[in-house]
């Protein structure tokens, strides 16, 4: 029953400079899984996937992925684990085509892990289909949060690192986008989703934690969030 | 001039802009995706020529030997790119942008004594191209088939590497780099082995570039900066990291001078004008036109973001008893000391104002320069020239000086203050090399490439004691002046200025008049300093002035730290003295002070005092 989790992080510390982010966070992901991490703007959300993909050097804990420690690897190693990651800020090559963007995020085929190839990224996402040749500089926000996600599933990913894909996107998209995380997971990919959209995370999450002032202070079912009018009221409401 | 003219000197700056796109473009690429300012590009240049010239002795002169040499030397100078880059730079990644500056600079140090080594000191002139060292009949000209052949290399080189970028993986990931290797990495791709590639496919153009000179150029240990400055002019003419701007840069500055050699001295309304004298200075004055124009080059877009660094640390004020002690102090040293030593000692409180007044510059007011020297050679020349030229007192001179030097820098620093980062760093540098080929070539006034003689002090200066007791006095004024200035209103300005632009203009600050007001500044303190220095030599020459001269000034300033104010005094002493010290006890002195600067950069990337506190605050923890 107590198949080990996916993910796994213990009492992660970081810093931003000399600023002390992350107190302690602990949290896991299963198999298969959608997990939302929840906060208001600054609680750390981001700043928690980039210690776990080591773009910001953890300061002390552990974080397991596939059963490795990986807080000390390097980002590109623990890539190559197949933990993708998407960036808040999208972070598309402006000056490359789309194909020349889902090009830079191809990685080896995974044993075991959804394969993903360009034909099926465009079924997942149609609109990128219509222009394969267009330089990522010159496509809208939507446009490019969806080549972002597509670009990290070029590397045929296990556990996708999801930063605020439905900031600041039309009711229309969120939608799509939110069609894009359920087909996801019907591939089988668990993913992490930071949001401040509660509404967004309750469409497509399992689970939930939330966190505030780089602590979690909530772990439970969708459901129990749900419920529980005070908790939201204390952590989420703006 | 006849139209047959013309067309020989725009086929003549065709051939010689072929290796120069090769290097500049092989630079573009390296800065693009590392952000490295790699100095020993011009190195790499050398080493092809040198390559070439040795594996054609070997070889032997058929067409297969020598075409064989040329392809062999440029991969051999590919891989000793990736030796530079595995041994060196992938260990300092990490280390702020001008601590890998300060390594590539004694990478030149050490690649010239292995030069000087392995091949001699000699010019060693190459064979013509077998096969090819007949002339082509053009409109009555005789041009040589070498140099057609070299313009059709460049478009072809051009293509090859617009296809590599474009149509392959790895160009893909070249260009994705450039803008943003953080993502890039953390989309699973292998920076440290991408890097790799990238210097060895820049070494390999650079090695190219230099083989395929062989026959037009002798190999000799002066191409190394020679070189670098023409790749820097042509890489920020065309714009940083565009490859195309690169070629399009070459054609213009290899055409340009071509011209300004054919043109020779034409005489208008009068007056004499020498265009072949302005070949040494054209490339810059194009430089310095563009810039003005295009901030980024002809096809160059702003520079992306550069990746966060951590804020400066809080520059402390060193007391006035530290200050006043160490006065003291060298104040007794002639008591103790022989002749030998005082001189040594002038040499070093000459240094440490000049490269303190670089420190002022690059650390606190953020604007790296490449050609300091500019301002310490014209305080210099203009001491000699006052006294000599125009028969004023020493005395007068000496104090006139450094005001000559800063009228240079207020028209220098109005250009470059405009520009930021890389861009004003080549800026500076070009106003450098135009400052020295004006030196260099006015004969009448400045001595041309002899200098000027008998600048030496009043009587009651001669003695070499009192004479150090003068430099003692003024540049330790000048220095304390300068730290005293960075605690002031307007020192405050001009470190917000550095750490966030935007913020300080929104606060009111008019940054540019106060950084071009630094420019000045250190401008004239530089001319104090050489001033000061020329009086103690008796002569100047060019050097004085040289690119070699501003490096010194960086490996001051690097050496003993940017991020400390004592750093750069220290770092001028012990670079100084190491100097002295190390060229009286070996003919390799450079590849001694390479070596002994790379070791510093790999073990203390802070410089020598930012590491010194580091290590004393360890151990105070563990005392602790």
């Not at chain 1, 420690?69 to 197949?82: D, S, T, V």
Request: aromatic share 10%; net charge positive; with cysteine.
């Amino acid at each position: 029953m107590t198949a080990p989790p996916m993910l796994e992080v213990k009492d992660l510390h970081a810093f931003y400079g000399r600023a002390h982010i992350l107190h302690g966070i602990s949290l896991e992901v299963r198999a298969g899984e959608v997990v939302a991490l929840l906060g208001r703007n600054g609680a750390g959300k981001s700043t928690a996937m980039k210690a776990i993909m080591g773009l910001v050097t953890p300061a002390r804990g552990e974080v397991s992925f596939a059963g490795m420690r990986i807080e000390r690897l390097p980002p590109y190693r623990i890539a190559r684990l197949g933990l993708g990651y998407v960036p808040e800020e999208r972070r598309i090559f402006t000056e490359l085509s789309v194909m020349e963007n889902l090009e830079v995020g191809r990685q080896a085929v995974r044993a075991g892990v959804p394969t993903w190839t360009e034909e099926k990224l465009f079924k997942l996402f149609p609109n990128l289909a219509r222009m394969r040749e267009r330089p990522g500089g010159r496509m809208s926000g939507g446009e490019q949060q969806m080549l972002t996600i597509a670009r990290t599933l070029m590397g045929n990913p296990s556990c996708v690192l999801l930063d605020e894909p439905s900031e600041g996107l039309a009711p229309i998209i969120v939608e799509e986008m939110a069609n894009s995380i359920r087909a996801l997971k019907g591939e089988g990919v668990s993913v992490i989703l930071c949001e401040q959209n509660l509404h967004f995370a309750l469409g497509v999450a399992d689970r939930a934690y939330i966190i505030e002032k780089g602590q979690i202070r909530f772990g439970g079912s969708m459901a129990e969030l749900a419920a529980n009018e005070s908790l939201r009221e204390q952590y989420l409401s703006v | 001039m006849t139209l047959a003219s013309i067309l020989i000197q725009l086929l003549n700056g065709l051939a010689a802009a072929a290796s120069l796109f090769l290097v500049s473009a092989g630079l573009s690429l390296i800065f693009g995706v590392t952000r490295i300012v790699n100095f020993a590009h011009g190195s790499l240049y050398m080493l092809g020529l040198y390559g070439t010239y040795s594996l054609i002795q070997f070889f032997g002169r058929t067409p297969l030997g020598f075409w064989g040499a040329v392809v062999l030397a440029a991969l051999a100078v590919g891989l000793v790119g990736i030796l530079i880059e595995v041994l060196v730079l992938r260990r300092i990644y990490r280390a702020p942008e001008l601590f890998q500056l300060l390594a590539t600079f004694a990478v030149v140090l050490v690649i010239k004594d292995i030069a000087l080594f392995t091949w001699g000191a000699e010019d060693l002139v190459g064979p013509r191209a077998p096969g090819l060292s007949t002339a082509v009949e053009i409109m009555g000209r005789r041009i040589p088939a070498y140099d057609l052949l070299l313009i059709a290399i460049g478009p072809v080189v051009l293509a090859l590497l617009w296809l590599l970028l474009t149509r392959t993986r790895w160009g893909a990931l070249v260009r994705a780099a450039t803008q943003d290797r953080e993502m890039v990495g953390a989309l699973g791709v292998d920076q440290a082995k991408l890097f790799t590639s990238v210097f060895f496919v820049g070494s390999v153009l650079a090695g190219l570039g230099g083989a395929l000179q062989i026959p037009r150029e002798p190999a000799n240990l002066e191409l190394d900066l020679a070189i670098i400055a023409d790749a820097f002019v042509v890489t920020v003419v065309g714009g940083l990291g565009s490859i195309g701007g690169a070629f399009l840069a070459a054609i213009i500055i290899g055409v340009a001078k071509a011209f300004c050699i054919g043109i020779g001295t034409v005489t208008w309304f009068g007056f004499e004008v020498s265009f072949s004298k302005l070949t040494l200075v054209v490339e810059f004055l194009i430089m310095a036109l563009v810039l003005v124009v295009r901030p980024y080059g002809l096809l160059g877009k702003p520079q992306a973001a550069q990746r966060a660094t951590e804020p400066a640390p809080r520059l402390q004020v060193p007391s006035w008893t530290f200050a006043l002690v160490w006065l003291a102090l060298l104040a007794l040293v002639p008591l103790a000391a022989d002749r030998y030593t005082t001189i040594l000692l002038t040499d070093i409180v000459c240094f440490a104002l000049f490269s303190v007044s670089l420190h002022f510059i690059m650390g606190p007011a953020g604007m790296v320069s490449f050609g300091h020297a500019a301002y310490f050679g014209i305080g210099a020349y203009a001491a000699g020239l006052l006294m000599k030229r125009f028969g004023l007192p020493m005395e007068a001179a000496l104090l006139l000086a450094p005001l000559v030097a800063g009228l240079f820098a207020i028209v220098y620093g109005w250009f470059c203050v405009r520009l930021s980062g890389v861009y004003l760093a080549m800026l500076t540098l070009a106003f450098a090399q135009i400052s020295w080929s004006v030196v260099f070539q006015w004969d009448s006034m400045t001595g041309g490439s002899n200098g000027v003689f008998g600048v030496w002090p009043s009587a009651w200066l001669a003695d070499k004691t009192t004479y150090y007791y003068l430099a003692l006095v003024l540049c330790g004024a000048g220095i304390v002046f300068l730290w005293r200035v960075l605690f002031s209103p307007f020192g405050y300005a001009l470190r917000a200025g550095r750490d966030s632009p935007l913020r300080a203009e929104a606060i009111g600050i008019d940054l540019r008049g106060f950084q071009w007001a630094a420019f000045v500044l250190v401008g004239a303190l530089a001319g104090l300093a050489g001033a000061v220095y020329a009086f103690s030599k008796g002569s100047i020459s060019p050097s004085s002035i040289s690119i070699a001269q501003s490096t010194d000034g960086l490996i001051m300033v690097l050496l003993g730290g940017v991020e400390t104010l004592t750093g750069p005094v220290v770092g001028a002493a012990i670079f100084t003295w190491l100097r002295d010290v190390v060229a009286r006890n070996t003919e390799f002195w450079r590849a001694v002070m390479g070596g002994v600067i790379l070791l510093i950069v790999l073990l203390f990337p802070q410089g020598l005092v930012g590491g010194l506190k580091v290590l004393v605050a360890r151990w105070r923890e563990q005392r602790a």
